[in-house]
């Protein structure tokens, strides 16, 4: 990898965006390598979590590289939309956002993405593709629209002004707000209150929820649940039944994933 890193932790796959001097903006060779980062996580059955953040101190993704573009770079998202993220609609398995600075353009679209935000203080989100005559097309304005109340969403894309992470705490799409030298912790301490859980449990749990929101109502999704996949795989797993195993023998269960 030559624009990423990739470390694995016991059950916790960690991708930072790594050109800092360049604001981790994302070139085509970047999407590549992201692509193949997500689908490693996404396949391997020994990976629960995986947190995005960027390197250095400044930006979390300050969005695509435009003196690449505008160098005639070729250009093209991998198979899974931009960053190879924003169209991976079939991933069960959480993903955060360790949000360590500026979320520009597609890096708050990486970030939308993302299942959960914790951002340190000094994190700034925005969609400013209007300001240089462009849209932001990386499923920001939909999930955005979807995420927060439509006016709050509406003020932010229609002005592409910059909202501070406090900001975005009050509107709705950041989870939590810490210093940046406490931003590991925080991001670890949600990581740890996930892996608790079963993951066929955690997985499960998501589908229903973006499953369930492309439903007519509540009622259309109560009826649709037990035929999605992923509930289906829980219904199914060894987790199903190590939980209640567990909680009737008074230990700590053991969750295998499956």
């Not at 016991?10 to 604001?23: A, D, G, Q, S, Y």
Request: proline residues 5%; negative net charge.
């Amino acid at each position: 990898m030559d624009f990423i890193t990739v470390e694995r932790a016991e059950r916790v796959t960690t991708v930072t965006l790594n050109r800092p001097e360049l604001m981790n903006a994302i070139n085509t060779r970047m999407h590549e390598e992201l692509q193949a980062a997500f689908d490693d996580f996404a396949s391997d059955p020994e990976q629960f979590v995986c947190v995005v953040t960027g390197a250095g101190e400044r930006a979390f993704c300050a969005g695509s590289d435009l003196k690449e573009a505008a160098a005639g770079g070729k250009g093209g998202y991998p198979e899974k939309g931009y960053a190879g993220l924003i169209e991976r609609f079939d991933c069960p398995k959480p993903i955060i956002a360790a949000v360590n600075g500026l979320a520009m353009g597609g890096g708050f679209e990486v970030a939308l993405a993302c299942d959960i935000i914790i951002a340190a203080d000094h994190a700034v989100f925005a969609l400013p593709e209007p300001l240089v005559g462009a849209v932001a097309l990386g499923g920001g304005l939909h999930r955005l629209a979807r995420q927060i109340p439509l006016k709050q969403a509406m003020g932010m894309i229609l002005t592409a002004r910059r909202v501070s992470a406090d900001e975005g705490l009050r509107m709705g799409f950041v989870n939590a707000v810490v210093p940046a030298a406490d931003l590991k912790a925080e991001t670890a301490r949600w990581v740890a209150d996930i892996l608790r859980a079963s993951p066929m449990s955690v997985r499960a749990s998501k589908a229903v929820v973006n499953r369930g929101l492309e439903e007519t109502g509540v009622e259309a999704a109560m009826a649709n649940q037990p035929d999605y996949p992923e509930f289906i795989a829980w219904r199914t797993s060894a987790d199903a039944l190590e939980g209640p195993r567990a909680f009737a023998e008074k230990r700590a269960p053991d969750w295998k994933g499956r």
